[in-house]
């Protein structure tokens, strides 16, 4: 990563904390220990993808990356809330997570389902505060987000992963490809999305941004399939070699990991290719890109 590009992820990454921190009740609001336990997984670490992204994709819009900041907080809170409730024993059961005990290790699993619930129900609290746009209006907004956080995209992927494990037999690549499709690169895209609507996106704008948010999306779960096989527990903060383990369904399990990597490759570019109708304005999407294929953790 060029120096340019980590300063800016830095400072972006503050600038959302900022915003996380001012939006949630403090950890001292009645009742304090839910308010503490959804506090500890937001600010446990993690690289603010999600929300960079959003407001990013503002900026490659013309757009002010401030008005962004209410979609890209949402979407944070949606995304903390997915990854407290698939650590839960009757998910995926980790106890490790961005390199500290998972939320249902340290509270116990009946306030990890409430804190994760928390997060879920404040993120459209937060997303009501977006700023409407000739375009793009409260409505618009929180319909895209419960589509893609909804039984459709992120709760359907999970579905479908809960029921592909514990066979012998691992899953097709179609069957796979839904399932990330679904747990990662919709709320990813959606992140993009809101950030551009924020912005007055044209319907070919949008587009576009779409086509670049799921190609990265899945770009970024098959370089996550490769890291878990690659790389330890303390580099990832993570579980690693949990897939192989218990025979998960991944693209390295399916294709090997010289064709997963090629497979990554080929996405970030057709992301990179999706968005030459911006210019430079999206010189920080293309960057991130590769930043995201090239990752070690």
């Known amino acids: 990563m060029n120096a340019d590009l980590k ?46 992204l959003s407001l990013a994709a503002a900026e490659a819009c013309d757009g002010d990356f401030e008005n962004a900041l209410a979609p890209a907080s949402a979407v944070e809170c949606i995304h903390t809330y997915s ?17 500290m005990p998972t939320s249902h290790v340290k509270y116990g699993e009946g306030i990890a389902v409430l804190a994760g619930d928390a997060l879920l129900t404040i993120a ?6 977006t700023p409407a746009t000739k375009r793009y209006d409260a409505g618009a907004y929180i319909t895209e987000l419960a589509v893609a956080s909804g039984s459709r995209h ?9 029921e592909g494990e514990g066979s012998d037999v691992l899953l ?5 490809k839904f399932i990330h499709q679904s747990k990662t690169a919709a709320l990813l895209t959606t992140s993009i999305r ?21 190609s990265l999306g899945l770009a970024f779960q098959v370089i996550d399939d490769i890291l878990d096989v690659t790389q330890t ?14 025979n998960k369904s991944t693209y390295p399990a399916l294709f090997g990991l010289e064709k997963s990597r090629k497979e990554a490759a080929r996405l970030t570019k057709k992301a990179h290719e999706a968005l030459q109708p911006f210019g430079r304005k999206a010189e920080r999407l293309r960057e991130i890109a590769d930043y995201l294929l090239d990752r070690d953790y």
Not at 19 to 37: D, G, K, Q
Not at 233 to 246: P, R, V, Y
């Open 7 to 52: 300063s800016y992820l830095k400072e972006r990454g503050k600038i959302v904390d900022k915003a996380l921190s001012n939006y949630l009740p403090s950890a001292r609001t009645r009742p304090a220990t839910v308010h503490e336990a959804m506090r500890y997984s937001l600010f446990a670490g993690g690289k603010r993808l999600r929300p960079i």
């Open 83 to 99: 990854l407290i409730h698939d650590d839960l024993p009757c998910m995926d059961d980790d106890d490790l997570r961005r390199g």
């Open 124 to 129: 459209f609290e937060i997303l009501a505060k």
């Open 154 to 162: 992120l709760i359907g992927g999970q579905v479908a992963d809960l």
């Open 172 to 176: 097709s690549p179609s069957q796979l």
């Open 194 to 214: 809101l950030g551009a609507m924020t912005a007055n996106a044209t319907p070919k704008k949008l587009e576009a941004l779409t086509v670049y948010g799921q």
């Open 233 to 246: 527990s303390e580099k990832l903060g993570k579980s690693a070699g949990k897939d192989e383990a218990t």
